[in-house]
């Protein structure tokens, strides 16, 4: 080995994959099995793309390419949208353990104007070893406080927050105050304690959108930061997620919304199921989280967790499914095939994570289903991309461009199986 590929191969463990170059030819693939993300399935399918977004879907028969397409041949694999993972906090936080790397919590409690898509990291190594799992888009929201900021969507593949930015703050995000705490910890979990403040902290926050509501229809003098950060809300050009779980909150949450003529979508949703008539009354859109933990309720089924996406599908109530966090968003797919086997069919648990999660955070008309005239933001995978067993991602492309699937993980794998080897 020469001293110039020495080099190389080193510095290629401390980087991440150079983001990839606009598309600059039609590209086509060919023969494979494509779910469209809307319950469509197309067997040996042809799509084609050019300039970024998708110009043809349908069969291989239906559509002969020019000299100057990309071929790639597809047969047998089957074909995806982008996954969308809703609520995380991917390129906002890198070790969990180094506060340093952390940056999604403002201090105090009203933080709406908190923007996260400044705060965000290309540079994550997390990212690239998401995008090997096929999610190509992704929700990146604030944490902690009763309002904690404002939330964006970035595609992942990007030299920088503004090149990442996709739709950017779409909405507010406000934690729902508990009516009751769990005291203990998971391991001696103790008694329910019940929180005396919590008609104080729901007043609280009905003041701060009785002044922010007639501010928004005004142009003051002054500009108060954190009342103009929630004008959109009025004006329905944001949308106010609301972080909330038990039953009784959730009805309160919603009757609040009813009262400030603001229209919510409720996040973590643990209690949705018990609600899910009046949710569907109110047209309220879920975001599902936590699907592999435990009940919290010692009466609650052992698998209701796994079960919740069926039971809020036969409901009729709008959801999709996140996890939250960043590393272990890479599962998302996963925590949807999972959902097959409580009771969604393969397609609803992919609409789950495509296009419920577009129409939920407002991306419908661009990504979300493989359609003419949509962003050609696609995954080819050699098994079913859903089931960790058969996964594997062997194309990916944003807006066209294909990307370089490599990552950390990957490295490291080739690095001690040569060693070993």
Request: charged share 20%; proline share 4%.
């Amino acid at each position: 080995m020469t001293l110039t590929a020495s080099f190389a191969d080193t510095n290629s463990f401390a980087q991440i994959p150079t983001p990839s170059l606009p598309q600059s030819h039609p590209i086509v693939l060919r023969g494979g099995i494509a779910h469209i993300g809307n319950g469509q399935v197309i067997e040996n399918s042809l799509i084609r793309f050019e300039n970024g977004k998708i110009s043809f879907v349908g069969t291989s028969g239906e559509f002969i390419p020019d000299d100057n397409t990309k071929i790639i041949d597809a047969t047998g694999k089957h074909i995806y949208p982008g996954f969308i993972a809703a609520n995380t906090t991917i390129g906002l936080s890198e070790i969990e353990a180094v506060r340093a790397t952390l940056d999604f919590n403002e201090t105090g409690e009203l933080n709406p104007n908190a923007r996260t898509i400044i705060a965000y990291n290309t540079d994550s190594k997390i990212i690239p070893t998401v995008r090997s799992n096929g999610i190509l888009l992704a929700q990146i929201t604030p944490r902690g406080g009763r309002i904690s900021g404002t939330s964006s969507v970035v595609q992942l593949d990007a030299w920088n927050w503004e090149d990442a930015a996709y739709k950017t703050d779409i909405g507010i995000h406000l934690n729902w105050p508990s009516k009751f705490s769990q005291t203990g910890w998971w391991a001696e979990p103790g008694g329910i304690k019940m929180n005396d403040n919590y008609a104080k902290e729901v007043d609280a926050l009905r003041d701060f959108f009785i002044e922010a509501k007639p501010y928004s229809t005004t142009t003051p003098q002054e500009i108060n930061q954190r009342l103009e950060a929630v004008k959109g809300l009025f004006s329905n050009e944001k949308k106010l997620f609301v972080h909330v779980n038990e039953a009784t909150e959730i009805l309160e949450a919603i009757d609040f919304s009813k009262q400030q003529s603001l229209k919510i979508t409720l996040v973590g949703g643990r209690d949705a199921w018990r609600v899910a008539d009046y949710l569907k009354e109110n047209n309220i859109p879920v975001i599902l989280q936590s699907l592999h933990e435990l009940p919290v309720k010692q009466d609650d089924d052992i698998d209701l967790m796994y079960k919740l996406p069926a039971l809020l599908k036969q409901a009729g109530v709008e959801f999709c499914i996140s996890m939250d966090g960043n590393w272990g968003v890479r599962s998302l797919p996963f925590v949807a095939g999972n959902a097959v086997a409580h009771g969604l069919t393969k397609e609803e648990a992919l609409a789950s994570i495509t296009s419920s999660p577009a129409k939920i955070l407002g991306l419908e008309k661009s990504v979300g289903t493989i359609k003419v005239g949509k962003d050609a933001t696609l995954i080819v995978s050699t098994g079913d991309a859903l089931d960790m067993r058969t996964s594997n991602i062997e194309h990916a492309f944003i807006q066209g461009r294909q990307l370089d699937l490599d990552d950390l993980h990957k490295i490291l794998y080739r690095k001690f199986r040569a060693k070993y080897q």
